[in-house]
């Protein structure tokens, strides 16, 4: 009886000992709420909120309706005297030394070529980046993780548009073009938090991942496996990219300040609640 009346004493004691710190805690959070400090771990940045609301809000598709010359595109008229071979985004009709059929070239040209626009959109967002990075973590660390975004970058655009002319066709290369068919949009101009600028880059990556593995999935349905080869290490390395993005915009910081010692949260991660349909998941 006596050990018992112990051990109530001390499951008491340790009751009394938790609402104490949770009262704390709270005083704390309501503290550094209203200062604009406090962010309850366990909840997704606000930032990365926004960004999975536009992932569920995109609705990407290739412009497979667009072929041959256009004269309301930038790029597609001219005054120069030159030799004319072929009109942009068609394919040759009699063979490429490829053996897929002529409708199949043309189909996988077109949707390459749309993530080609789309890999160049990303490389000069990606450079305006690189160039503007600031601040104790960005300016030599994020500095250097974007040269190689702009590196794998180039050497995509440079995959995707080898993969154009293998099947025939004529790659996209006027830059005012490449925006206009591209299924991502570049950044509006100016200098943006660091923090704006990773949440921007990563959602240009979520959306090529995304057109990338519907393009895959149609080139094993035409059985144009040279596409899918390439595609595949592509989207690999894409995945690569936004894992590094979604990493560097987590909520841990090496200059977050002294508020892991008052919120009573000791910075750790927690267990986020996620919908299990994000594009971040």
Known sequence: MHRDHGNNNQNYQNHQNHQNQSQQNQQYRQAYHGAGIYQPMGNTPQDLQKLMTNMGNFQGRFNLDKSGFNSAMPGHSTNHSMIFRQQPRTVKQIGS???????????????????????????????????LTEGAEAFHSLHHLLDEHIDKTQKHIDMVGERVARLGGVPTAHPITQHELSYIKHEVE????????????????????????????????????????????????????????????????????????????????????????????
Request: charged share 30%.
């Open 97 to 131: 030394g490829i053996g897929l059929p002529y409708e199949t070239r043309l189909e996988m040209a077109l949707m390459l070529d749309d993530h080609q626009c789309a890999l160049t959109v990303a490389l000069h967002q990606y450079n305006k980046h690189h160039w």
């Open 190 to 281: 100016g200098r943006y938090s660091i923090r704006d600028f990773l949440r921007n880059d990563l959602e240009h990556e979520l959306k090529m991942q995304a057109m990338l593995r519907t393009t895959i999935d149609r080139a094993h349905q035409l059985k144009d496996f040279g596409t899918v080869e390439v595609l595949e290490e592509v989207l690999r390395d894409r995945e690569d990219l936004g894992y590094h993005l979604y990493s560097t915009l987590e909520d841990d910081s090496l200059v977050r300040g002294m508020t892991h010692i008052t919120d009573g949260q000791y910075d750790r991660a927690g267990d986020r609640p996620m919908d299990p349909h994000s594009k971040l998941q």
